[in-house]
Nanobody
Framework: QVQLVESGGGLVQAGGSLRLSCAAS????????MAWFRQAPGKEREFVAT????????LYEDSVKGRFTISRDNAKNTVFLQMNNLKPADTAVYYC????????????????????WGQGTQVTVSS
């Protein structure tokens, strides 16, 4: 069982930055693929970025490439999402998710592929 707790959300003006954190419980954090998803009002939850257990492989949704960076600190059981040049379209509740790493070339971008979820943190970008 893995418990995830997000933090770092808030209100920011367009062009600003935020850094989200997700703290995980357990002793085997490095064996989990981690991801960030987001859900805007009235929309389905969508993939944002994912990182392998080792941290060596990352994948981003096209609209955040070059603006967002996912990273992890396995010694601190924490995954981060650095968000720069934020846009009003980035406004959403951001969720951290985890699933066992498969150590292969498969990328997991669907909500149903993740076993554990945090409670979410609100990010609001004003124009």
């Amino acid at each position: 069982q893995v418990q995830l707790v997000e933090s770092g959300g808030g209100l920011v003006q367009a062009g600003g930055s935020l850094r989200l954190s997700c703290a995980a419980s357990g002793r085997t954090f490095s064996t989990y693929t981690m991801a960030w998803f987001r859900q805007a009002p009235g929309k389905e939850r969508e993939f944002v970025a994912t990182i392998s257990g080792s941290g060596r492989r990352t994948l981003y949704e096209d609209s955040v490439k070059g603006r967002f960076t996912i990273s992890r600190d396995n010694a601190k059981n924490t995954v981060f999402l650095q968000m720069n040049n934020l846009k009003p379209a980035d406004t959403a509740v951001y969720y951290c998710a985890a699933r066992p790493d498969t150590y292969g070339s498969t990328w997991y971008r669907r909500t149903r592929e993740y076993d554990y979820w945090g409670q979410g943190t609100q990010v609001t970008v004003s124009s």
